[in-house]
């Protein structure tokens, strides 16, 4: 097969040193140490595995033979999305944001799965469905920009809202410069709908280490106060370093109903 990314696997981050290897699986404990004391720290820690679930997570974002992983369809409506037999989980964002990188460091164990882009202006904007063996479906929704068109953003809503089976929508946030206009319009839509939602900051290895604090703490204080439907842990993540990427299988694996229980770490 192809050679994997460095830190795709766990086996590969276990190998560093202590510091390092706490700054790939769990990036917000990283920051931690360099709050103002009294700061509350309790949003950081919600959700928290230990090695043994990190692991079994692992294990189902890596396909074999009895596991296949796969991009299943596109669909530009509702009644193209593929029937909703599994759990479900959502990416969305908006254009540049790092979303296909993230998905395809969350698939770089299955390197047959093929994450596409359409970044050409004016491509019709889909939504791609990828199936995960007989667990989950994982569903990266078009780029939104300022300027989105009618007809998108009418697909999107409707997915948002009849889309029985999601469980969880992620929703990515440049982590350098943080909440834009166009991300406040989508935590409106999703508070609107009343799903639960998980805020991703993206791209953490450009951001120095104050801008990320200033980022995580604004953003965490913007969600603890303006929003009912987000998990108030930030998700850290950087798909060149793979900080973070771990956790996040983690995570899906969890809200999908595929890791019942997590044991802390
Ligand atoms: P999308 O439009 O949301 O799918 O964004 P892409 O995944 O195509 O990423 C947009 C740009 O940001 C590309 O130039 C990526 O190489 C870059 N990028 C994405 N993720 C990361 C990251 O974690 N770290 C860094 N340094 N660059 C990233």
């Known amino acids: 097969g192809r050679a994997l990314p460095p830190l795709a696997a766990l086996s590969q981050v276990l190998r560093l040193e202590r510091s390092r290897r706490t700054a790939i699986v769990l990036p917000l404990q990283k920051l931690e140490r360099y709050l103002a004391p009294g700061t509350d720290t309790a949003p950081f820690r919600l959700f928290q595995p230990g090695l043994a679930a990190l692991q079994r997570a692992e294990a189902l974002f890596r396909s074999d033979r009895g596991h296949p992983i796969d991009y299943v369809s596109s669909a530009v409506r509702m009644d193209h999305a593929p029937p909703p037999a599994l759990p479900e989980v959502c990416f969305i964002g908006r254009s540049n944001v790092g979303k296909s990188s993230l998905i395809r460091a969350l698939f770089s164990l299955a390197p047959e799965v093929e994450v596409r882009v359409s970044k050409t202006p004016g491509h019709t904007k889909k939504m791609n469905f990828f199936k995960v063996g007989k667990y989950f479906t994982l569903v990266d929704m078009p780029g939104y920009g300022y300027h989105a068109p009618q007809d998108f953003v009418e697909m999107v809503e409707a997915y948002l809202q009849e889309r029985h089976n999601l469980k969880r929508t992620f929703l990515?946030?440049?982590?350098?410069?943080?909440?834009?206009?166009?991300?406040?319009?989508?935590?409106?839509?999703?508070?609107?709908?009343?799903?639960?939602?998980?805020?991703?900051?993206?791209?953490?290895?450009?951001?120095?280490?104050?801008?990320?604090?200033?980022?995580?703490?604004?953003?965490?204080?913007?969600?603890?106060?303006?929003?009912?439907?987000?998990?108030?842990?930030?998700?850290?993540?950087?798909?060149?370093?793979?900080s973070g990427v771990h956790l996040l299988r983690c995570f899906v694996a969890h809200v999908t109903g595929n890791l019942p229980t997590v044991e802390a770490s």
């Open 172 to 242: 990515l946030v440049d982590g350098v410069v943080g909440l834009q206009k166009t991300d406040h319009i989508a935590v409106e839509m999703l508070e609107e709908f009343g799903i639960p939602y998980v805020m991703v900051l993206t791209k953490i290895d450009r951001a120095s280490r104050g801008l990320l604090l200033k980022n995580v703490l604004e953003i965490q204080e913007f969600v603890k106060e303006n929003t009912q439907g987000c998990f108030p842990q930030l998700f850290l993540v950087s798909s060149v370093e793979f």
